[in-house]
């Protein structure tokens, strides 16, 4: 059974710094998917990784995926406040394509 | 992108009483349609897997018969809620593959009283 860890969970950061979210999982994915979330609202897609070595970038974030490690992450450069939300991974596991989520980061950039 | 609404978006229900909730794919078919459940300040949780025409397939925990899935067409899932309870208040939020893609739709906040 694939199992998805996020860390750091809660992250405030200032603006202007760089941070780095992290995202573990357990068994073999074929695909990483990257996830905001504002408050009260669903999902905005950010990123989908496709294989080994994948980096892709918009803005602000960029994400990467090494499937021996089995980690991705997210980088965020030179962070603002409008990317203040919760960040979530999902690789994909077992039949279907079904997505296993992370626990969520949730960013606070701050003044 | 592909678009996913949902209807209804927030719906407030007595105990006791049955919600359906309908996901549909605006611009696209889709075979495979995912329904989650998120609680406040927690992840989305995988409740069952839409497959088109045939039975959905329920994640383990998550009784098949208090939540009804019917995907009777390419566009369309939907969900029903039936005797429900306050501890089904969640918001919930449909998703449907398309390509490497899955798209969300803007989610059903329920609240049981």
């Known amino acids: 059974e694939l199992k998805v860890e996020q860390n750091p969970l809660f992250l405030s950061m200032q603006e202007g710094k760089n941070y780095t979210i992290y995202c573990n999982y357990s068994t073999t994915s074929d695909r990483l998917y990257w996830y905001r979330q504002d408050p009260g609202k669903s999902l905005e897609s950010l990123f989908v990784?496709?294989?080994?070595?994948a980096v892709k970038q918009e803005g602000r974030l960029m994400a990467s995926l090494d499937t021996k490690a089995r980690l991705s992450t997210l980088h965020i450069t030179a962070a603002v406040h409008d990317l203040s939300a919760t960040y979530f991974c999902a690789p994909t596991g077992g039949q279907g394509g079904k997505l296993i989520f992370g626990q969520g980061t949730e960013l606070s950039v701050k003044p | 992108g592909a678009v996913v609404s949902q209807h209804p978006s927030w719906v407030i229900c007595k105990s006791g009483t049955s919600v359906k909730i309908e996901c549909r794919s605006l611009d696209f078919q889709a075979t495979t349609m995912f329904w989650y459940r998120q609680f406040p300040k927690q992840s989305l949780m995988l409740m069952a897997t839409s497959n088109e025409g045939s039975k959905a397939t329920y994640e383990q925990g998550v009784e098949k018969d208090k939540f009804l899935i019917n995907h009777a067409s390419l566009t369309l899932s939907t969900l029903t809620v039936t005797s429900a309870h306050p501890e089904d208040s969640s918001f919930y939020i449909c998703s449907a593959r398309a390509r490497h893609a899955q798209f969300f739709g803007p989610g059903t906040r329920l609240t049981v009283l």
């Open positions: 990784l496709l294989s080994n070595g």
